[in-house]
């Protein structure tokens, strides 16, 4: 075996590498023009007022590891970057998870599928059998 075969074999096995949050924030500070103490001051969740520090969005941009955020400061980080929470939980859910976001041809259909977390068990399954009589399963 040559030493770039084996190179490439041990490469196949290393897990992908993702960085779709870290891109997302480190882009969008750019585009505010923006310091990172003063992207920062302004990561605060509006609602539990829990902050992100800066450290923590420093090592996220420098692809240093970092736990990934919960919700609330998700909501902080989305308040700094003046976008929708949604923007950025799809982003983390990639790079962190391994999940990639709901893409369809229409935004009704993503904001229905985000809705549907919240609709308990029993009612998502009368919900799918309202659908299937509306629109009956492809065969």
Request: charged letters at 30%; proline letters at 7%; one cysteine or more.
């Amino acid at each position: 075996m040559a030493a770039n075969d084996e190179q490439t074999s041990t490469q196949g096995d290393m897990p992908e590498r993702r960085t779709q949050f870290a891109d997302l924030i480190r882009r969008r500070r750019s585009e505010l023009n923006e310091s990172l103490d003063t992207f920062a001051e302004k990561a605060v969740d509006p609602v539990s007022g829990k902050r992100v520090k800066r450290g923590w969005i420093y090592r996220l941009e420098t692809g240093e590891p970092v736990t990934p955020p919960v919700y609330e400061e998700l909501r902080a980080l989305a308040n700094a970057c003046e976008l929708p929470v949604e923007q950025l939980q799809d982003a983390a859910g990639q790079q962190f998870h391994g999940v990639d976001p709901l893409t369809s041809g229409s935004s009704e259909a993503t904001a229905y599928v985000r809705k549907l977390d919240r609709v308990p068990a029993d009612q998502r399954d009368r919900l799918l059998r309202l659908i299937d009589t509306l629109v009956p399963p492809e065969e």
